[in-house]
């Protein structure tokens, strides 16, 4: 069995819609582009708007993650000052909302970031501080850490009803 098959129209390989019974309104126009041009600019503004939501995503996520110290062989000893020794800490904000009391494990990771990044300390762990500390000006309370294998204390003082407060040198 064979299919039957017509010869080959070499003026017009491929069919071609006959637009001349449809009339004079069948004309080319510019207009059938516009809704493909308006659904491709609709969809890039929205890509870039979820672009800038997952950006600001990734930046919070980032911040609001706790950073790990630094290990002991990253630092080396050009980059502790020690001709200016330091007697008090720059100040922690813990919150910029009105707290009543201090958050105790906001400020184990603040006292770890001080005594490291102030005092040069490298290695300090098991910071405990008490906790339901008043966010008072003047309110002192003391923090222990094992700082270099040994058990240290250190003081921590508020110094605003914002919750900044100081962290001493360990001793």
């Given at each position: 069995m064979t299919v039957p098959t017509r010869p080959p129209n070499t003026s017009r390989p491929y069919p071609v819609a006959d637009n001349s019974a449809r009339g004079p309104e069948s004309e080319y126009t510019a207009n059938g582009w516009v809704p493909v041009i308006i659904a491709g600019v609709v969809a890039a503004f929205v890509i870039a708007i979820a672009g800038v939501i997952a950006g600001l995503v990734v930046v919070n996520i980032r911040e609001s993650a706790p950073q790990a110290p630094k290990p002991a062989a990253a630092q080396s000893p050009a980059t502790i000052p020690a001709a200016a020794p330091l007697?008090?800490?720059?100040p922690i904000v813990v919150d910029t909302a009105v707290v009543d009391h201090l958050d105790p494990l906001a400020v184990q990771r603040g006292?770890?970031?001080?005594l490291g990044e102030s005092y040069g300390v490298a290695d300090v762990r098991e910071v405990k501080c008490p906790g339901e500390q008043p966010v008072e000006i003047g309110v002192v309370f003391d923090c222990t850490a094992r700082v270099d294998g040994l058990r240290k204390t250190?003081?921590?003082?508020?110094?605003?009803?914002?919750?900044?407060?100081e962290v001493s040198r360990p001793h």
């Open positions: 007697t008090e800490a720059p006292v770890v970031r001080v250190v003081t921590v003082t508020v110094t605003d009803r914002d919750g900044t407060y």
